[in-house]
């Protein structure tokens, strides 16, 4: 068995995982969860914005997906 330390203290209510996915799952929701900062926020906005003004220099979600599963 290995033991790995975390300094960050991330305040897990669960400690025994099946394996590294499951731990790794876990770890996405939690972070999910959490709020985003406000550098996070700004950077949205100004995405969001430059969408909104440049709609043909974006494509939608839609369109990415079906292109990679034509792959």
């Not at 790995?4 to 731990?23: D, G, P, R, Y």
């Not at 876990?26 to 909104?52: C, G, N, P, T, V």
Request: hydrophobic letters at 40%; zero cysteines.
């Amino acid at each position: 068995m290995t033991t790995i330390v975390f300094e960050e203290n991330m305040q897990l209510e669960k400690t025994h995982f099946k394996s590294v996915e499951e731990f790794q799952l876990y770890l996405m929701k939690i972070r999910q969860k959490a709020a985003l900062s406000a550098a996070h926020k700004k950077i949205l906005d100004f995405r969001i914005e430059e969408a909104r003004r440049n709609p043909d220099n974006f494509i939608t979600p839609e369109a990415l997906r079906s292109s990679l599963n034509k792959k």
